[in-house]
């Protein structure tokens, strides 16, 4: 008799042991339809075995073997052995969950009609490619040295200015992997963006068969994608970070756009980095993976530095005549602020609604913890343990550290100076469309942001509306830096960029350079100079420095000496283990029970527990406990170990989740 090792979207970090019946076929790959305690389950054959632990009699059969879809690859099992060991969470769960929803039932696929060609485009033509220009010298570069490389493993950071046309690039190299029989994965950060970039594939294309792979997508469109690229029917596959988890047989080049975005890190399940994945893909297909950008995440910076991946540079815009934006610092401590805006910054606005060219009021604000920070000279409460910047917390009330876990009282009065009126960075930017209406009453004002839903739906009109000029003062947050390019917009105004300055969070400077960066590349990409206007308590940040002569490799490296010295990644490797519970005590007894749980070795630190500053969400009190270490691979091993211990021993009414490579602290 055969015994097969299925995986299960259960809990449980094992693959269980099944009979094969004699009538039925299976091998590693195949999803097969089990009995599982008194229902049936869809699972994936993952292992073969000689014996089992199970006695024969209680051995129970496999009841199918499903062929609606491929067998998924050895290469696939592989990318989800390795991403299910290195994120901590089970084989079966990690697996199940990477198949589109239908494909994780137990009812089989309806028969596929002839119709149902999955990626777009008839196929029947070879795929022709219509570059849009000639291109650059830069461009030509990065195109022959990547497409050198096409059938072997090697990972490039693209690093381009905004418009210096990245995409272009990423179009000649998809038809290069195309003309080898190939197919190429190209990720974006947002669904958003999708749709821009589909239709420029699709003109460069014409023929190619094109699939789109999002969580946007209704399920049949989603598994029809995914089946085009699993099938190897898809010569280009497009999508958001899910999409590096589809099977993909001819895989021949992997692009990550915008690789810099947090968005690439799932924040639910399997917290894994889409980027890394990507990196980890290209080694087992033998491909190149491209990482393309104008602001590199450190953790991708400092591996060009170390050597592992190499940089190729695209220094300048591809259109004619266009050039970066000047950017200038407006020192708020010379020139206070009312009602949150600087004169010159309201003078230069006034100017260009005189000159009918539009403005963007860009406004930092992401969920930055509240800093005690002096504003008459500057001072912010720091951790004496770490270097890290306390966090006040309101209600116990006192100054913690959410990094190391320490608490100290509130003080009095700033230390440095004696001001008395000592008050939390990160608020005032509520009224700031009031404040506008109420100085220009005449001017259009459009607001931009994802607080609503209504808003987030009437986006794309908003947008085209802006591009069509009808509008002259905007206001937004994030969501408008990224990727939208508005013709008449000649002025960026950045309002609170101190919070990030000032942020607990060791990597808010690194955010921000990349946010104003990308929102200074709105401001006049056509013929039109634009400018760039930041206010700030702290002109001599290097950020600003670095931002104003747009020298990202200098403001690199002051952050990685500061991180190095810091004991922050990349120097070392971090993971959090967070805790959700009715009660705040006990989240914070779970965690520090936790942490006793394992032998801790010595180049591991397990860091105190720390309630989170906003802990109530969805009723429930929230903490979390940080471990670090400079090995990766002791830490890896450590929370092996610590993991199973807690999948054994946690309280089944409290949530709890591990993050490898944590992204956000809040
Ligand atoms: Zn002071
Ligand atoms: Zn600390």
């Excluded at 299960?8 to 039925?24: G, H, I, S």
């Excluded at 969950?97 to 990626?119: E, H, I, N, Q, T």
């Excluded at 950017?327 to 708020?332: G, I, K, N, Q, T």
């Amino acid at each position: 008799m055969n015994l097969l090792r299925v995986a299960l979207d259960v809990p449980l970090a094992l693959l269980f042991d099944y009979a094969l019946p004699e009538t039925l076929q299976a091998t590693l790959g195949d999803r097969v339809v089990v009995p599982f305690g008194t229902r049936q389950r869809l699972g994936i054959v993952a292992g073969a075995a000689s014996e089992s632990e199970i006695p024969a009699h209680k051995l129970r059969p496999i009841a199918s073997v499903r062929d609606d879809a491929p067998r998924l690859s050895p290469e696939w099992l592989e990318l989800m052995r390795f991403l299910a060991g290195y994120y901590q969470r089970p084989l079966g769960e990690t697996m199940i969950a990477s198949l589109p929803p239908r494909l994780r039932s137990v009812k089989p696929l309806p028969r596929r009609s002839p119709r149902d060609a999955g990626a777009a485009g008839d196929g029947s033509s070879p795929a022709r490619f219509v570059p849009s220009h000639v291109p650059t010298a830069a461009q030509a570069r990065a195109i022959e040295r990547i497409g050198a490389t096409l059938g072997a493993f090697h990972a490039f950071l693209l690093h381009g200015v905004t418009g210096s046309g990245k995409t272009e690039v990423y179009l000649h190299l998809i038809a290069r992997a195309i003309d080898r029989a190939r197919q190429a994965l190209a990720l974006v950060p947002e669904i958003g963006l999708t749709p821009q970039l589909e239709a420029r594939f699709r003109h460069a294309f014409p023929g190619a068969r094109l699939a789109v792979l999002h969580s946007g997508l209704n399920d049949a469109a989603r598994t029809s994608a995914w089946l085009a690229a699993a099938r190897g029917e898809a010569d280009i596959v497009l999508g958001t970070r899910l999409a590096v988890l589809a099977p993909l047989p001819r895989l021949g080049l992997l692009v990550v756009d915008e690789e810099h975005d947090s968005s690439y890190k799932q924040q639910e399940g399997l917290r894994y980095s889409a980027r890394d994945a990507a990196v980890y893909r290209a080694k087992l297909a033998g491909c190149p993976v491209v990482l393309g950008t104008a602001t590199p995440s450190l953790e991708t910076w400092h591996n060009c530095l170390a050597g592992r991946y190499e940089r190729l540079e695209l220094p300048e815009r591809a259109s004619p005549g266009s050039r970066l934006p000047d950017v200038r610092v407006v020192d708020l401590r010379r020139e206070p602020a009312e009602q949150g805006f600087a004169p010159s910054l309201v003078a230069a606005i006034g100017k260009r609604l005189a000159l009918g060219e539009q403005s963007l009021v860009f406004i930092n604000r992401r969920g930055y913890a509240p800093v005690l920070a002096c504003h008459a000279c500057g001072w912010a409460a720091g951790c004496e343990r770490c270097t890290a910047h306390l966090v006040l917390h309101k209600a116990d009330p006192r100054l913690r550290c959410h990094h190391c876990g320490a608490a100290a009282p509130i003080p009095r009065a700033c230390p440095t100076c004696g001001n008395a009126d000592l008050s939390a960075m990160g608020r005032g930017t509520q009224r700031v469309e009031e404040a506008l209406a109420a100085r220009f009453p005449k001017a259009r004002l459009v607001r931009i942001d994802r607080d609503s839903a209504r808003r987030r739906a009437e986006l794309p009109r908003t947008l085209e509306a802006i591009r069509r000029g009808e509008a002259d003062i905007l206001v937004g947050t994030q969501l408008l830096a990224k990727g939208h390019d508005f013709p008449g917009l000649t002025l960026v105004g950045v309002l609170n960029a101190d919070a990030a300055l000032l942020s607990t969070d060791y990597r808010a400077p690194e955010r921000l350079f990349a946010v104003l960066e990308q929102v200074a590349g709105r401001a006049g990409r056509r013929d039109r100079p634009g400018e760039v206007m930041v206010q700030t308590r702290y002109p001599g940040h290097p950020l600003f420095a670095a931002l104003a002569g747009h020298d990202y490799a200098g403001f690199a490296a002051s952050q990685l000496a500061e991180r190095r010295a810091a004991g922050f990644p990349p120097f070392v490797h971090e993971a959090a283990l967070r805790a959700e519970a009715k009660k705040l005590d006990s989240a914070m007894r779970f965690l520090r029970e936790a942490a006793r749980l394992v032998a801790v070795p010595a180049e591991v630190r397990v860091y105190d527990p720390v309630p989170h500053i906003v802990t109530r969400r969805a009723g429930l009190e929230r903490a979390q406990l940080l471990v670090q270490s400079p090995s990766r691979a002791a830490l890896q091993d450590f929370l092996a170990a610590w993991s199973a211990r807690l999948f054994q021993t946690a309280p089944r009414t409290l949530h709890w989740h591990l993050d490898v490579d944590p992204i956000e602290f809040d």
